[in-house]
DNA sequence: CTGTTAGCGCTTTCAA
DNA sequence: TTGAAAGCGCTAACAG
């Protein structure tokens, strides 16, 4: 067995001496075939190697059975851990998954977005980003699902931003923690930036601490720099918008000799408490939100289910 | 316009005024046709939204213009480099992915395999690990790429593990240190293990350095606890095998002042000379060698190109 | 239970 | 230059 064939579903009808529907019908585990025939089929099925054309069933049946991702990057630890989960949830389901990087731009994401209309593909994930345009999405209906984005318009796994910062200072106040100050990013961010400084503030109100806070950009760098601004004598914590930034603000810490301040983040990465052991992560779930997401789109491809917006919960 | 219209090259025909083949020309870019016809069907084509169907066209041509990508763990930092760069190229390609993950499964990966054939995917390109089974990407003979594994039945991209440590050695040794350390990860793992620390003897014998070395897990915990065995007066450096291992290499020595010692890593983690000043990496080149892999495949579909081995080239 | 017969949407001869 | 017609490989009625 050298080559991959090119055999049809009628090349097994003939070699197992039957007609074409009955090999149709053995691979479609249509219950109406005698097991006797059936077996025979397989057999021969197996030993040519026969494998059926996907774009034949794909073209005939309507569904290609594939569900198109499109993330920024794939290097963003949040989103591929999402996309594992987004696979795990669809292969199970028999879908395969076509990937496209958006790299933050829309327009990439339209043109993607139009690719994956002309693959027939039977549903879309879309991961957000500040500036993402969900227009062209909104006509996919219940096609469609994105992730990290606000709407209601598409139906939505979107995290838990202000419950993620919660979980945060009230862990941090149980701990006794008085005077905690804050880093994240700039508000033209919406989700880490806007978002999560709001929370910030918010708890802040709820739990009766002076706020103190600043933002950058979302590198470790610029969070190094800026943790002198939100330091003063008394300062207990420091809770960061995201692992990224906690991990500039421990260094910076270190350096100062002020490892007797509590640092948080978001991301769950291992290596930040490694690293840094006066330090703790809330997990936004990442892994879940994917499988959440699929399971939300198959439902959907399936009628099960209308347009919904899910929250995903945070952890430590 | 609410729906995604099921429109067909019938219909277009039908309202441009033209029989069907002549859509299927403008589609097809035939250069035998009219200009006045083809502006005519293309405004048509624009206006109605019509996207003629990938399903077909590839069941017709006998080509879908999609390549199966099975890559270990999508949150592996070097994988979805390298998948990056395979997506920049086969994209431009007019190709599309679908990515699966094996896990570092032998049996996955060849359902994954069995699973790419059926959807009459083009090619494929796999990430190769620990324990791979080789025989059924075998069977795919110019329609597949591994990456990261040694073979030469199957054209490959490799990394340059003999390189990435001698440059590190190198770097070292001409900025004057002599007494040159080495943590790694266990000859069970081919490559970064034994491959790795082949290269860091050959290089000791060669610049006349004493060897002294500990091998370990691929984890910032294991390297952390054997840094002390390879530590004595007068270590200089100590080069690791990956970037997490120097992560935890340089926790330690941070933490018993010996921040004298040099540490090199092999990741580009921009991370590891953030953290630690007194700390470089080796970049392996994985975006470029997902680019270089993707390129290759392409090349042998269309027939320019035998089986070939490339060596991806590290650098600083 | 199983074979025959239509197509699915598209590309590609083959004539016109 | 264009239209008509013949399939690509498969599934789904429709008869046996």
Redesign the pocket.
Known sequence: MIMTQ?L???DI?KLA?????????V??N?P???????EKVEQVIRESGYV??KS??A???GSAKVVGIILSRLDSPSENKAVSGILDVIYKAGYDAVIMESQFSAEKTNEHLAVLQKRNVDGVIVFGFSGCDLSRIELLGHKAVVIATDTDTISSVDYDHQGLIALAMDKLVSCGKQSISYIGVDESDRTTGLLRLNAYLESCRKLGIEPCYRTGQLSYDSAYHITDQVLSEGTEAIVCASDTLAMGVAKRLQELDRTDIQVSGVGATDLLSFLFPNTFSIDPGYFEAGKASAQLLIKQLSGQQEITHLIQQASY
Chains 1, 2 share one sequence.
């Open positions: 090119k049809t579903i009628l009808a001496g039957v007609g074409k529907s009955t090999v149709s019908r691979l479609t249509d109406k075939v005698k097991p006797a025939t059936r059926p054309s034949a069933q073209m005939r049946g």
